[in-house]
């Protein structure tokens, strides 16, 4: 049995990683939703899109690593604020694709504008080497998961 005194959370990887994201993410949720009353999980579709152009709500979610419940509803408030648009498969009804009309590219050029401001505004202060290599060590991570 473990003795509880070795083991502190304030220094267990998975919490700091919490703590950090929590942290760095909640300036810049409130730049999306102030502006454009959008959610988490609508701002990550439209920028995937923004991103990739066409594609699939499955797409999207493999990409993303979201549920297909949570792009659904993220795909039904972006299209009723107009920011994407949902065109039947030809071949596949059950499957749509969908496009981010000129005002979602609108938004999403405004938001990606935003977001690499806020990116340089997070890291200052590190050297460009710790910048680099934190992010080669988060993706390395993340591709570790599942």
Known sequence: MRDNQDFDVREFLPYL?????????????????????MLRNEWRVLFHLGIYG???A???GA?????????SRAVQRLAERRYLVRKR????RRVEHLDLTPLGRKVYADLRTTARDYDAALVEGLSKAD???LRAQLVQLAARRG
């Open 17 to 37: 990683l919490n703590q950090a994201a929590e942290a760095a993410s909640l300036e810049f949720q409130n730049v999306y939703k102030d502006r454009y009353g």
């Open 54 to 56: 066409r594609m699939t």
């Open 58 to 60: 499955s797409e999207i």
């Open 63 to 71: 990409r993303a690593q979201m549920h297909k419940t949570k792009i």
């Open 89 to 92: 498969d030809s071949t596949d």
């Open 131 to 133: 910048v680099a290599r």
